[in-house]
């Protein structure tokens, strides 16, 4: 079966530097339900991505992406997913290669962000997400998706943009310097003020790990995730952001979660499949410069 943009045999092998991850697991999700069926999703809709990335003037699969096998688990507690993934891209980043995984529900980061912070004194996780996801636990789990972060920053700083929705419980432990709200993005942006990026920047570590949920996204732009939520940010910015950390920090690893394929709206699947290989070619460009 093709892998991540069906690429000739001889740039996909296991020693490839860029090893996808499938995680295709979705147990906890509270809305609409068909995450698992993300990964493949944008595995399929990769096979229509040029390969030349305009932005950075490359053809960056050259450089080899392998897609491995799915990382299967049924079990409907997260806590016992999380140390499959962990082990996975702890391979990966052992064997010094880069580590993209592809959800499945956002629970599929736990284990990749803990595997980032073995492997590294410091690290910061860098969310862009419309949910806070700092529930110490949710529906009976400390690994629902909705614990992301709090189980993030256990083993890593953290900072949070472009988030629309939280309970106000999540409040009190979040810390205000740290998290970029939605509506303050917008408002930046309209009044072509981008320096908030760069105080995002300031406040990562040299080693960084990206976790992007789709639903970061406007639902007018990526309709096809579990919980959308509007006034979300749009493609250039996201875009910009990931740009400016990638030249300036070390991007260990990232993961793009949250894709609900809907068979009426192919578009989203199209988009997070670009994205992918937008992040992975900015990530090769800022390491080639």
Not at 25 to 53: C, L, M, V
Request: net charge negative.
């Amino acid at each position: 079966m093709p892998g991540f943009l069906d690429i000739p045999d001889q740039f996909c092998t296991a020693q490839s530097y860029v090893q996808v991850i499938p995680v295709p697991y979705d147990a906890t999700s509270t809305y609409r339900k068909g995450a698992d069926k993300g990964p493949q999703a944008i595995i399929d809709a990769s096979s229509q991505i040029e390969w030349y990335d305009i932005q950075t003037n490359a053809e960056h699969f050259e450089q080899g992406i392998f897609t491995q096998y799915p990382v299967n688990c049924s079990a409907q507690d997260p806590i016992e997913l999380a140390p499959l993934v962990r082990q996975r891209v702890s391979k990966a980043l052992s064997n010094d290669q880069f580590p993209v995984v592809l959800g499945g529900e956002h629970s599929v980061s736990i284990g990749a962000i803990q595997a980032a912070a073995d492997h590294v004194d410091k690290l910061t996780v860098l969310q862009v997400d419309a949910h806070g996801d700092t529930r110490e636990s949710y529906h009976g789990s400390t690994h629902n998706h909705a614990c992301v972060m709090a189980r993030a920053r256990e083993v890593a700083s953290i900072v949070q943009v472009g988030i629309r929705a939280i309970d106000l419980e999540e409040l009190d432990g979040m810390d205000a310097e740290r998290v970029y709200f939605g509506h303050q993005v917008d408002q930046w942006t309209r009044e072509h003020d981008l320096s908030w990026m760069d105080r995002v920047v300031s406040q990562l570590d040299e080693h960084v790990y990206l976790t992007i949920d789709l639903d970061a996204f406007d639902p007018s732009f990526i309709p096809s995730t579990g919980t959308p939520e509007p006034g979300g940010l749009d493609w250039f910015t996201v875009n910009e952001l990931v740009r400016r950390v990638a030249q300036q920090r070390t991007i260990i690893g990232f993961d793009v979660v949250e894709l609900c394929p809907n068979p009426n709206h192919h578009a989203s699947d199209f988009i997070a499949a670009k994205l992918v290989y937008r992040v992975i070619s900015e990530i090769l460009s800022a390491r080639r410069t």
